[in-house]
């Protein structure tokens, strides 16, 4: 490849982390995400959240409702499961048998709509011991939720407290620590032992990899770069991008695209989570060129993700060009309106 090309082929991509909610809104969301991507892992905190396999199945057919009026009819959800103090071993296996993809822990409490989630992973003993004998991934949202605890140290706080206990008693359980923020996760995950197998990954998001803190605060409060986990600093940013393009099989691409309204961002307790959906895939390549990495693009985006599922690789190729693209200042979102990420700007790379 040349150091600078200005055009670039791919096997088409997945997003191995998707906030696409339910109803109304729904529409309007996966039709930017089938675009780009051939599956996304949808994520299950819906209100209520979506804790067993019938509820994910129904959760499904409603997507693929969505899909079949929009007319695109390449694109597979990958359903996830939310677990909770109550999740069992049954559930686990039944899960496993009718093709869920993984299951969720979200420490209760940390982030949007995870009320519901596990107190404490004492309770989780017999669901996580089910996961690591069937191969069901569990995906981490890798933060504490002690209000003790400084909100920028939260996730690394947990992987001393949780992630590290969590993998010792369960060495061959396959985690995937989601959206990690922080150089003491991309570290700890590089460097994970793993005795040869396949047992941990982590994804990252387009806003981490591109921005810091000072994002949310540059020349006044930026709602809508704020999510969680928050941005950290600008040593951490360098630490996952060199993560993201180092070539290692244990970092992929998830979006963590999570849609709020306009209005439930600009508000005096705005809701956390980036719109990414609308050209996630240039937002990754501006990222990747920004270190001359552009030829780590492919396994990221298209190759590690599926290996780390054990599912077979896309085998489609899609076109990226280095062609700014304008973003709109708002997108239709149901009855409302929502404001993507980097709107009114640019961003370099488009989707042929
Ligand atoms: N983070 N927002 C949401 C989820 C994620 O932690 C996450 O996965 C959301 O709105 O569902 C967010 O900031
Ligand atoms: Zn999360
Ligand atoms: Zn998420």
């Known amino acids: 490849m040349a150091t600078n090309p200005t055009q670039i082929e791919l096997i088409q991509p997945d997003d191995w982390h998707l906030h696409i909610r339910d109803g109304e809104v729904m529409k309007d969301v996966l039709a ?11 994520m299950p905190n819906l209100k209520p959240p979506v804790t067993t396999v019938d509820l994910a199945n129904a959760y499904r057919a409603r997507i693929e409702g969505q899909l079949k009026a929009l007319g695109m009819n390449s694109f597979t959800p990958l ?3 939310y677990l909770t103090d109550n999740t069992s071993a049954d559930e686990v296996r039944k899960a ?8 969720k822990l979200y420490p209760a409490g940390a982030t949007t709509n995870s009320d519901a989630g596990v107190s404490d992973l004492k309770h989780c003993h017999a669901a996580l011991e089910a996961m690591q004998a069937v191969g069901m991934p569990l995906l981490v949202h890798g933060e504490v939720t002690s209000s003790e605890i400084d909100i920028f140290d939260r996730e690394a706080v947990f992987i001393d407290q949780v992630l590290e206990p969590l993998r010792k008693n369960f ?3 396959k985690i995937v620590f989601e959206h990690i923020t922080t150089l003491q996760a991309a570290h700890y995950v590089r460097d994970a032992a793993t005795a040869g ?11 981490h990899l591109l921005m810091n803190r000072n994002a949310i605060f540059a020349g006044g409060i930026r709602p809508h770069n704020y999510c969680l986990p928050v941005l950290k600093r600008e040593e951490h940013r360098i630490a996952l991008l060199e993560a993201a393009t180092s070539g290692s099989s244990r970092f992929f691409l998830g979006t963590d695209s999570a849609p709020h309204a306009k209005g439930a961002k600009e508000t005096a307790c705005g809701c956390a989570g980036c719109y990414s959906a609308f050209n996630a895939l240039g937002l990754y390549a501006e990222a990747f060129e920004s270190v001359g990495k552009l030829d780590k693009l492919e396994g990221f985006a298209s190759f590690f993700g599926p290996d780390f599922y054990a599912l077979p690789r896309n085998t489609k190729k899609i076109t ?4 700014a693209q304008s973003i709109p200042n708002e997108l239709p979102l149901g009855d409302a309106t ?7 700007e640019t961003i370099a790379w488009s989707l042929v």
């Open 197 to 207: 197998k396949n047992t941990i990954g982590a994804t990252i998001t387009p806003q």
């Open 96 to 103: 496993k048998a009718e093709g869920i993809a993984a299951f």
């Open 32 to 42: 930017d995400t089938a675009r780009q991507f051939a599956r996304a892992i949808i």
């Open 79 to 81: 359903m996830t499961l």
């Open 320 to 323: 990226l060009v280095k062609q």
């Open 338 to 344: 929502i404001v993507p990420l980097r709107a009114g």
């Open 171 to 173: 060495p061959e359980l």
